[in-house]
């Protein structure tokens, strides 16, 4: 199984960018599926998740009522909308998929894809 997430770029801030995951190998059928960034020096962060029914998501705080994450199962793939960008949400954003019902950890996810960057200009 491969992730292979896109739609990273540079952005003022105010704006938006919508971030893409898509899935190669197998569908993930079942699998919730999460975004987490990682800005330099820091550690690996959540910032969205969504259950393969997408009936329930979950955002960090910093990111509520900006950020939707989204999924369309049929084509495999997962969105991230970001409105309202921040110069604090510069990072390499990825996308994850895992079976259960923890979310907020990355180590609970089994595939991982390579980032896409984002920077968010003042």
């Known amino acids: 199984v491969q992730l292979q997430a896109s739609g990273g770029g540079l952005v003022q801030a105010g704006g938006s960018l919508r971030l893409s995951c898509a899935t190669s190998?197998?569908?993930?059928?079942?699998?919730?599926m999460g975004w987490f960034h990682q800005a330099p020096g820091k550690e690996r962060e959540f910032v969205a998740h969504?259950?393969?029914?997408?009936?329930?998501?979950h955002y960090a705080d910093s990111v509520k009522g900006r950020f939707t994450i989204s999924r369309d199962n049929a084509k495999n793939t997962v969105y991230l909308q970001m409105n309202s960008l921040k110069p604090e949400d510069t990072a390499v954003y990825y996308c994850?998929?895992?079976?259960?019902?923890?979310?907020?950890?990355?180590?609970?996810?089994?595939?991982w894809g390579h980032g896409t960057q984002v920077t968010v200009s003042s």
């Open positions: 969504i259950y393969w029914s997408a009936d329930s998501t």
């Open positions: 994850a998929g895992k079976r259960g019902p923890a979310y907020y950890t990355g180590a609970r996810y089994d595939y």
């Open positions: 190998g197998r569908a993930l059928n079942g699998y919730g």
